[in-house]
Structure formats: C-alpha cells, structure tokens
C-alpha cells in the first residue's frame, strides 16, 4: 500500500470530520429541544462512517482543487494541497532564514515533502502512535470490565427475576442477567457479547425496576459496540483532541437516548419514578468509564445528570417536521462527506447520434454548404450552438470555408470542409487552449480515460465524416492538461504508415466536445 493512500484517507477524514464534530458540539443543545438525542445518534453515526471509511467519490469541483503542478496521481486533491502547502512553507521560510543550521533543516524539509520522504517519516509516528493507543484502550477496557464482573454477586431473587421479565416483556425488549454488586454507585451495562446488568447493593426495591429498564434499552441498543467503534475512532484518530471530544459527547447522548427510549411510553408518576435515581445519585469520577469502554455510566457529571431529569420530568415530545428537516439534512451530509475525488472526464462522453450528417451527393451550392456547416456544429459531440446564420460562406479552391459565431460568444468557429464533406479545417476560437498547464493525473493512450476519449472521436468521425475516418489508422493522444478548471487533450490522427494526417483538440471536462481538427496536407 502506498503511504499516498493513507495520507488520502487521514487528510479527508480529518478535515470534513473536524468540521462535522464542531457543527455536532455546536448544535447539540438545540437539535435536543428539536429532533431529541435518539435522531441526534444519527449524525454522531455519520461523523463515524467519515472518520473509518476510506471511501471517496468523484467530485467536480475537485477537479479545480488538484495543484497545478502536482505531479503525483495517486494524492487526491485534499491532501495534495495540505502536502504542497507544506513544501512551499518551508521553502519560503528557507529563503527568509538566516540561520546556516535552520537553512539546511528548511531545505531538508521542503525537498522531504516534495519526494516523499516527510510522508514516510510521518506514517511511521502514525503507525506506532495508533499501536501504542489502541494497547492502552484495550488493556484499559479489558480492566474495567473485568473489575466490574469480578465485583457481581447475587442474582435477582425469583420474584424481581419475574417482574423483571414482564417488565422487558411489555416493552418489547430482550432480558440480560442480572446481579447485585458491592462496590458501585449506580446501575451499569457491562460488556459487548456476553451482556450483564449491575446494581448495586444497596440499592432501594422501589427503584430496582427503573434501573432494569434503563440498562436493558442500553443493551438492546447494543451500546458496547457502539463505545467499541468510539475506542477505533480514537485510536485510528489519536492526534485530533476532537474526535476525542467528540467521543465523550457521543457517549453522553447516547445515554440520553437510551434514557429518551425508556421513557417513550411512560406516565407522568412512572417519568418521577425513573428520575428518582438521578436525583438521588453523587457524581462519582472513577464511575464514569471512558467513552471506549463497554459498559454505560454508573453515574455522570453534573451537567449530564441535570440535562437528563429535566428529559425525565419535562420531556418534549419530536418535532415532526423538524425530525424531517434534520433527516433529510443528514441525507444530503452522507452523500456529499465522500465526494472528495477528482471525478474522470470519461463521465462526459458526449451521446452519438446514429444519423449522418454528410450530403448524398457534392455540395455545389451555398445554402447546401450552409446545411452542411450548422448540422456540423450543432452535433452533441462538437456543441459550438451556431447561431442563426453564418458571418460569411464563401467558396474555395478546396470547397467551402465558412464562419459562425456560438451564441453568447465574440470569438468566431471557423469551418473548411470539400464538396463531399470531408472537414479539412475546424477551430472554436470561443475556447483557446494555450498556456495549458499539466494534469496531475495525465490522460494517455494507456488510460482507460485516454481510451474511452479515442473510442469517442474515432465513433465521431465513422458516423458524420466518414471521409476523414477512411484516412486514419490509429489515434496517438500527445498532450493533457488544464485550463481554468477545463480540461484538454490534443491527439494526432496517423495513417498506416505512421504518418499524421490529422490534429486534433478535444474539451475532455466539464463537458466533452471537439474543439480543433485540422487535415495536415504535408501527408499527402
């Protein structure tokens, strides 16, 4: 595997997830009072899916994004621009440094970033940093879990064993088994596969059932593996203090979500029953487990608790049309966080028709010409929008030249061609092509790109100008790049014997046309 390719992925996922996260710890508060945690959960899921997945998607505008003179394929735009901003910082503080030891340091930097050295250098200490962090995550959980477990001693007596099953039983929800253990604080949801519940002690009869309820909808939410996904997060991400954060925030709502789900049928004495508890608990440091660890909170800060009994007291009830909204918002997140991708011109590929547009017989008058002209232009694959009459027809030694000038546009498409149809010359001056500057991701024959663009003008040219497809043998693409976010490839058309008998300019991006095909006569 390519360092480029983790460098992608870290690059991406950092920057949109930063971004979600600050957006996430910003809104909380109010989609809590709009849309509730349960839906709130939602977007802490998509802000995972863009710290883990190393997907990307093609994307327009990134095309525009790639450095002008990168010459590394396989760093996406993203990263590209982070790695490039790094090489020209330390050049520029190379030439401004007037320290001889600062200079050559500068200088082994910028030529680091340049040839790839910096980015090995880096995933290095990425590599054991994650290693050492997810070490500590596991050992840590391992611990705490184990502690508690070890601390469980009677089950529930017979009688609270068949309340508890009813309880489950009515609300559709699975049993786990259940101990009393020394040493707790609270209730807690211990483990990811082999599931228990603790309560403690000495804790009160009246309260045991509200405690029951509120750890099985942990379970039944599978809230282990959901703290196991927040531990990968952070260890796949531990130089971000955000997607820490961020993990102990997710960690929160989720408790209230599970709280939100065992409230949804409640009264209001049953909602002063499950409050009791949190009224009752003290914040308890040691009892509140890292965002990582499988198993819910025995008690939380301050803050937490206090945003939980109001939920339990004074709960609102979803804004349907505001769920909808945040819904649909979250939609439109998921589809747009992976689009950082440079996309292929091969999308643009213009749509052939099958209908010629070459004369029956030699073109001998100027309206027939005129015809010929602006079926030529309007054709999908060239897309010069002729306006409604020429500039100027005129008759030649060689047939026809004629001008037209694209609608909206100052700059004339100048148009030679025989009596029978062949093109000897076209050129839409409305798009010059000069002072391209290279494609990062350079488009050759060898490409798939490069192929589907040959295949595209070779269909061309057999369809409408079936004279000068009979001359050429076989299509070499010279040159690629890039102007003002548009893309270009220039091609020789070459006979049997190698010869080119044909120059060609085609628009390969944001859309796919013919802009230059000129008949070279030295091959005659």
């Avoid at 049928?265 to 965002?291: G, I, S």
Wanted: with cysteine; hydrophobic share 45%; glycine share 6%.
């Amino acid at each position: 595997m390519r360092t480029a390719t983790l460098f992608n992925f870290l690059v991406e996922a950092t920057l949109i997830g930063s971004v979600l996260i600050l957006a996430l710890l910003a809104l909380r508060p109010l989609l809590r009072r709009g849309v509730g945690s349960r839906l709130l959960m939602v977007a802490w899921v998509l802000v995972a899916l863009r710290l883990l997945l190393p997907l990307a998607l093609p994307n327009p505008a990134m095309n525009a994004l790639k450095p002008t003179l990168s010459q590394d394929a396989g760093i996406r735009p993203m990263a590209d621009q982070i790695r490039t901003r790094v090489e020209d910082a330390a050049r520029s503080l190379y030439w401004k440094s007037g320290s001889a030891s600062s200079a050559t340091l500068l200088r082994r930097v910028a030529g680091a970033a340049g040839n790839g050295r910096l980015s090995r250098a880096a995933l290095m200490i990425y590599g054991a940093g994650f290693l050492l962090t997810a070490l500590w995550m596991l050992l840590r959980s391992a611990w705490y879990v184990r502690r508690m477990k070890a601390s469980a001693g009677d089950a529930l007596s017979p009688e609270e064993q068949e309340d508890y099953a009813r309880l489950c039983a009515a609300r559709g929800l699975k049993t786990f088994p259940v101990y009393r253990a020394q040493g707790i604080s609270g209730s807690c949801a211990v483990g990811i596969w082999r599931r228990v519940i603790l309560l403690p002690q000495d804790a009160p009869k009246e309260q045991i059932p509200m405690m029951l309820l509120r750890e099985t909808c942990h379970l039944a939410v599978h809230s282990g593996l959901c703290a196991m996904f927040r531990g990968v997060c952070c260890a796949v991400h531990w130089f971000n203090p955000l997607v820490w954060l961020g993990a102990h925030a997710a960690r929160n709502d989720m408790e209230l979500a599970c709280d939100r789900r065992a409230l949804r049928t409640m009264t209001e004495k049953e909602r002063l029953a499950y409050a009791r508890p949190m009224l009752a608990a003290r914040e308890v440091r040691r009892c509140h487990p890292a965002p990582w660890v499988p198993s819910s909170c025995q008690t939380l800060r301050a803050g937490v608790q206090k945003a939980r009994i109001r939920q339990a007291l004074h709960g609102r009830p979803v804004r349907r049309i505001a769920a909808a909204a945040f819904l649909a918002i979250c939609v439109l997140t998921a589809a747009g966080m992976f689009m950082t991708d440079v996309q292929s011109s091969a999308a643009n590929v213009p749509v052939l028709e099958q209908t010629s547009i070459c004369p029956a017989s030699p073109m001998t008058e100027e309206a027939e010409a005129i015809a010929f002209a602006r079926a030529f232009l309007s054709l999908e694959g060239v897309s010069a929008q002729p306006a409604d009459a020429p500039a100027y027809t005129a008759r030649t030694l060689a047939g026809w030249e004629t001008e037209w000038y694209p609608e909206g546009s100052h700059q004339p498409c100048l148009l030679r061609f025989t009596d029978e149809g062949e093109v000897l010359y076209y050129e839409n001056r409305s798009q010059p092509v000069e002072g391209l500057h290279p494609l990062a991701r350079p488009i050759t024959g060898a490409t798939l790109e490069g192929q589907v663009w040959c295949a595209f003008l070779s269909r061309l040219l057999e369809i409408h100008l079936p004279a000068c497809w009979a001359r050429f043998e076989a299509i070499d693409i010279v040159d690629s790049g890039r102007l003002d976010g548009e893309q270009f490839i220039r091609a020789e058309l070459k006979d049997i014997e190698g010869r080119t008998v044909y120059r060609a300019v085609l628009q390969v991006a944001p859309m796919g046309r013919l802009l230059c095909l000129e008949r070279v006569e030295s091959a005659d």
